[in-house]
């Protein structure tokens, strides 16, 4: 009674809390109490059976067997010898017969034990134990139904007949009854679907095999919960999820697509302005066309911030780190940004710590777009001072702060300025941007596992951190502090105080030298201790160029011949002072090993500048002259405009031009045994086939005819690296993503046709 017991306390303390018990308890209930009851009425049958031999066994013993072999030795005596014998011989097999029926009933029948009075009562109480539970199911509103091996309806509680209408199912299967079984789950668990009065239902089913106790034959014994709202749920979450899903697809379709619609015509615009500035022109259209080219810059970064949005959000986000040395990498985005800062008026400068290694593993890319979007968001929101980008390590993390003395922000702004298109700022900053740029670079930096933070104070300018676990390459690989480059060397640096000279001065004494900024406050005080400072002779004077005047004025009579001079300009003012009255000059924003070269004696004038910077900031870029000119290229580009402008790149380099503008023809022209190009430049969409199945017959077309392989480099608007790898397993030499980079493009001209001429 104790299993009867704990499962109607559950039921009822269940009901009692308005709850609804488990139906898996409910079914296992019922399991556990049909067991006990089959148990008492097979010991009885088992009883009965085996009564019937030892019954004939206790009366052979108890004198029947003695009584009967003296009434056969009597009449075998009175009839002679022959029957005494007779007589004899049936008391012995009598006898050796009971021995083995003896042994028989010892081995092959079971112990004889009666039913006590107690075990009936028992019996006849589970038996009520199951209308009870049937009792229990319908006040929960679950169904109980008892059916044969044959798989009808032997008893039904009163929910199921009310449900199915049915008032006596008896003898019914449950599929005649009106249910419909779906989903099954497994050999005991399914969904049923039942037409209710209320309407169509659905009920989680579940079976129990059992032996009934009175007949001994197998029965089974189904439970069900109606589970309508439930199975509702999942399946309005499952179509809620598939279209979610369709419609990322849709978003991320329709952002290639339009990416690939804004890049071909803001490649002809950008294409144009590079041709353009290769005219004569005034300084006012040359102004204008600067303008043109920034805001064709910024609408280039737009539609990387959108494509990059696009692709975390779906999950298709992946970092490709590799060896690469930081200090390059930062030092030519802030001289990418130096242009808009100087434009304003503002000072911006780097430094790296001397415990940061030359060679780090991350992921290029991704690190110079965080840092462009978060030094830029600094540039664009600060209006008077500077910018200082810091770089070091703090444990295994490497972090990057970048200040500014920018209008700051509240602690409301700080709260969102992380979010997806939030901006901060006036109205006229906010309408230069989308505010993408940091949303982005935090959810780079979280996929680096680091982060991106702020710290702020209205009035008193902004500080973020950008935060992520490098890889430190081992010492064989170059790992290797800077703090002793510049030992030896004390330098005056003659400097307002801002961002550009106290990176100066962290830089020198990073590497370690011996740096003193001096103000023109401070002149006094210098000369009372010039020529010699503290620990030794100053080696080297570098003199800013707003400091220049004064310098002239007053301070020429504390240079001396064993003091290099060294002049510091702004690459805008470069042509505007007179150089060669110093030993050497540096530009800003500096660099670490032109400064090293100077300092060392082993440089005298300005480094010549990465050409990404000198796109940005210059207008009068020139088309390179190319090494090798007059190749025979095959040009393949449907768009007018763009066609225009790659033919005037190439021609403008030196080289023969031929242009078709579908697929067809370039694969008839690149097929040409007579007139055979030296390089193919193609458009990566265009009329007549696509660029995958054409590059793929150019290939094989080559290599049955046993040509050498073309060059073939593509030109395409979208940016994904998908649509990169397809091209290059198709038969590609290279991609390059429009708005398409003239030197870049020359450049990869001139290493194709060498590398192919070398294989010839």
């Not at 740029?437 to 680091?450: H, Q, T």
């Not at 998908?722 to 290279?734: E, K």
Request: charged content about 25%.
């Amino acid at each position: 009674m104790s299993t009867l017991a704990n499962l109607q306390e559950k039921l009822a303390a269940a009901i009692a809390r308005g709850q609804t018990p488990p139906i898996e308890e409910a079914a296992d209930g019922v399991s556990s109490l049909i067991t006990p009851i089959e148990t008492p009425r097979r010991a009885e049958q088992q009883a009965q059976r085996a009564a019937a031999p030892w019954k004939l066994q206790r009366r052979w013993l108890n004198g029947g067997g003695l009584v009967a072999g003296a009434a056969l030795l009597a009449i075998g005596y009175a009839g002679g010898p022959p029957a005494l014998f007779a007589a004899l011989c049936v008391v012995a097999l009598s006898l050796i017969a009971m021995a083995i029926f003896t042994k028989w009933s010892v081995v092959r029948s079971p112990a004889v034990t009666d039913l006590s009075e107690n075990e009936h009562d028992r019996f006849w109480e589970r038996k009520e134990s199951t209308s009870l539970l049937a009792t229990i199911h319908d006040a929960l509103g679950d169904i109980t139904v008892t059916r044969g091996i044959d798989r009808r309806i032997l008893d039904a509680n009163a929910t199921f007949r009310r449900l199915t209408g049915r008032t006596n199912p008896e003898g019914l299967t449950l599929e005649e009854t009106g249910l419909v079984f779906r989903a099954v789950t497994d050999a005991q668990h399914q969904d049923a679907e039942i037409a209710t009065p209320e309407g169509r239902r659905t009920f989680a089913w579940y079976d129990v095999m059992f032996r009934d106790p009175t007949t001994g034959q197998l029965c089974i014994q189904s439970v069900a919960r109606d589970v309508t709202e439930e199975r509702q749920i999942t399946r309005l979450r499952e179509d809620a999820r598939l279209k979610a899903e369709y419609n990322s697809a849709a978003k991320s379709r329709l952002l290639a697509t339009v990416s690939h619609e804004i890049r071909t015509p803001l490649s002809g615009i950008l294409g144009m302005n590079h041709l353009l500035a290769q005219t004569r022109l005034t300084l006012e259209q040359a102004n204008y066309l600067t303008g043109i080219r920034q805001s064709g810059h910024a609408l280039v970064q737009l539609v990387e911030d959108l494509l990059d949005f696009s692709t975390i959000e779906v999950g298709r986000f992946q970092l490709h780190p590799r060896k690469e040395a930081l200090r390059p990498l930062l030092e030519g985005v802030v001289e990418m940004l130096a242009h808009r800062a100087h434009e304003k008026g503002l000072e911006i400068a780097a430094s790296v710590a001397s415990d940061v290694p030359e060679m780090l593993e991350f992921d290029p890319a991704r690190l110079r777009q965080v840092l462009f979007n978060v030094i830029g968001n600094a540039v664009k929101f600060t209006q008077t001072g500077g910018i200082l980008v810091r770089a070091g390590l703090k444990g295994r993390d490497l972090t990057i702060t970048v200040h500014d003395s920018g209008p700051g922000m509240t602690e409301e702004e700080q709260a969102r300025i992380f979010g997806e298109f939030e901006q901060a700022g006036s109205i006229v900053e906010k309408s230069a941007g989308t505010g993408l740029g940091l949303a982005i670079s935090a959810r780079i930096l979280r996929e680096f596992g680091g982060g991106l933070s702020v710290a702020s104070q209205h009035g008193s300018g902004s500080v973020f951190t950008i935060r992520f676990p490098i890889g430190l390459v081992a010492e064989e690989d170059g790992y290797r502090r800077r703090d002793a480059v510049l030992e030896g060397s004390r330098v005056l640096l003659l400097a307002p105080e801002g961002a550009a000279s106290t990176a100066i001065a962290q830089t020198i004494r990073a590497l370690g030298g011996h740096c003193r900024l001096i103000g023109s406050g401070d002149m006094g005080e210098l000369r009372q201790s010039f020529p010699m400072g503290e620990g030794g002779a100053w080696t080297d004077l570098i003199v800013d160029h707003r400091m220049a005047p004064w310098y002239f004025r007053e301070g020429s009579e504390l240079a001396t011949p064993a003091l290099r001079k060294i002049f510091l300009v702004n690459p805008e003012e470069r042509n505007t002072h007179p150089l060669d009255l110093f030993d050497a000059w540096l530009i800003r924003p500096l660099r670490e090993q032109s400064l090293i070269d100077v300092l060392s004696g082993r440089m005298r004038g300005m480094e010549r500048r990465d050409h990404s910077s000198d796109g940005l900031s210059e207008i009068g870029i020139t088309t390179p002259e190319a090494e090798d000119p007059a190749l025979n290229i095959l040009l393949g580009e449907d768009d007018p405009v763009n066609a225009m402008l790659v033919r005037a790149m190439l021609a403008k380099a030196g080289h023969r031009v031929r242009l078709v503008e579908d697929f067809d023809g370039l694969r008839a022209r690149a097929q040409d045994g007579e007139a055979r190009p030296d390089i193919i430049v193609t458009d990566f969409n265009m009329p007549g086939g696509t660029a995958v199945a054409v590059l793929a017959q150019l290939r094989t077309h080559e290599r049955r005819q046993g040509l050498s392989p073309l060059p073939i480099i593509v030109l395409t608007a979208d940016s994904r690296d998908a649509i990169g790898r397809q091209a290059l397993l198709a038969g590609a030499d290279a991609v390059i993503v429009k708005p398409v980079d003239p030197k870049r493009l020359i450049a990869t001209v001139q290493s194709l046709s060498k590398a192919a001429f070398e294989r010839a």
